[in-house]
């Protein structure tokens, strides 16, 4: 256990790995899910896109435990408290694709900057520079799809 207990960096990270694990799920989803003359190149891209973000969920966890807090225990603690909605859909286009994992991209990059200023809050420089590279991250999945999707 940590010398201190930072409860908003734990919340908001709980609140980011919840996001995280939605994204993964629904860009996991995506590149099950995609179809048309895009196919191979979509495919390509959510799926690392999903890897990427599946390996920042361990990280967010162990920064929660800590900063002296208990994480995410099943999906039903990830649904109460994700931001990103599921797509539940058949037949979802893939530039719709394309662009619903741009806007979760951006939610998810909304909440790396609210981690990042209760980490700085509270002086947890640990998790505040560790946010640095995920958000670094997200940007380039933004920068992909748009770019992808022709903005």
């Not at 799926?47 to 039903?76: C, F, H, M, P, Y």
């Not at 609210?114 to 958000?135: F, H, N, Q, Y």
């Amino acid at each position: 256990m940590p010398e201190h207990n930072q409860p908003k960096v734990a919340d908001a990270l709980n609140a980011l790995l919840a996001d995280s694990f939605a994204l993964y799920l629904k860009t996991k989803n995506y590149h099950w899910h995609v179809q048309g003359p895009r196919f191979r190149e979509l495919h390509l891209l959510f799926d690392e896109q999903a890897t990427q973000v599946l390996a920042t969920t361990d990280l967010i966890a162990e920064r929660v435990r800590k900063n002296g807090a208990a994480t995410l225990r099943s999906i039903g603690d990830v649904g109460r408290r994700q931001a990103i909605k599921d797509d539940d859909a058949s037949g979802v286009s893939a530039e719709a694709m394309v662009t619903t994992l741009a806007a979760d991209n951006r939610t998810l990059l909304a909440q790396l900057k609210e981690v990042k200023a209760a980490a700085e809050r509270d002086g947890d420089i640990a998790t505040s520079g560790l946010v640095d590279a995920w958000a670094d991250e997200t940007e380039q999945r933004i920068w992909f799809l748009e770019a992808t999707a022709g903005y």
